[in-house]
Antibody, heavy 124, light 112 residues
């Protein structure tokens, strides 16, 4: 069974840091792009960051660029999101998603598997 | 950044009747390879989103054939041929042509 399990969320004060992790199983992890998507309380979906299969292509939302860093460890079948200088507006449920298999035609589409999410609350 | 605009915001539907959601992008999503880089997702109440349609018109695995995606360039439509009660939830379009990837604001589908 293909599965994504997020962890690392919690309550943190503004300006502090948090590191999210996503453990992947049930598929050949190092063949696929991966993404983080968040959903603020009562809000819609917002793509946060994505990384292609070999970490050669990485992207960020404007709202997190310079503060968040995505990475992956293909040996551990894991995806990470290092979040620094957190703000109250970063409060959200953070989903890890599996993207498209290594492709020569883009890496942002086909998010076909989503985890259950991990909640990040930024508040003093 | 590419802006995705969905309409309507809310869509009351009658079971057995068709439904359609529109998504318009601020830039063309048609790639030189002929694919339109737009995906559609459904988030059922209390659940994580699920992929319905990718690259404009391709149904994801396990998605009922009553769902279809169409359009090209900047105008896209998700159609449900005959709505069922289990189709209620929030529908999102997303462009995957350029980073940052961007979602539409969502359309809430509910049963009348």
């Amino acid at each position: 069974e293909v599965q994504l399990v997020e962890s690392g969320g919690g309550l943190v004060q503004p300006g502090r840091s948090l590191r999210l992790s996503c453990a992947a199983s049930g598929f050949t992890y190092d063949d696929y792009a991966m993404h983080w998507v968040r959903q603020g309380p009562g809000k819609g979906l917002e793509w946060v960051s994505g990384i292609n299969w070999n970490s050669g292509s990485i992207g960020y939302a404007d709202s997190v660029k310079g503060r968040f860093t995505i990475s992956r460890d293909n040996a551990k079948n894991s995806l990470y999101l290092q979040m620094n200088s957190l703000r109250p507006e970063d409060t959200a449920l953070y989903y890890c998603t599996k993207g498209v298999r290594r492709s020569g035609s883009g890496w942002g589409y086909f998010m076909d598997v989503w985890g259950q999410g991990t909640t990040v609350t930024v508040s003093s | 950044d590419i802006v995705m605009t969905q309409s309507p915001l809310s869509l009351p539907v009658t079971p057995g009747e068709p439904a359609a959601i529109s998504c318009r992008s601020s830039q063309s999503l048609l790639h030189s390879n002929g694919n339109n880089y737009v995906d559609w997702f459904l988030q059922k109440p209390g659940q994580s989103p699920q992929l319905l349609i990718y690259l404009g018109s391709n149904r994801a695995s396990g998605v009922p054939d009553r769902f279809s995606g169409s359009g090209s360039g900047t105008d896209f439509t998700l159609k449900i041929s005959r709505v069922e009660a289990e189709d209620v939830g929030l529908y999102y379009c997303m462009q995957a042509l350029k980073t940052p990837l961007t979602f539409g604001g969502g359309t809430k589908v509910e049963i009348k």
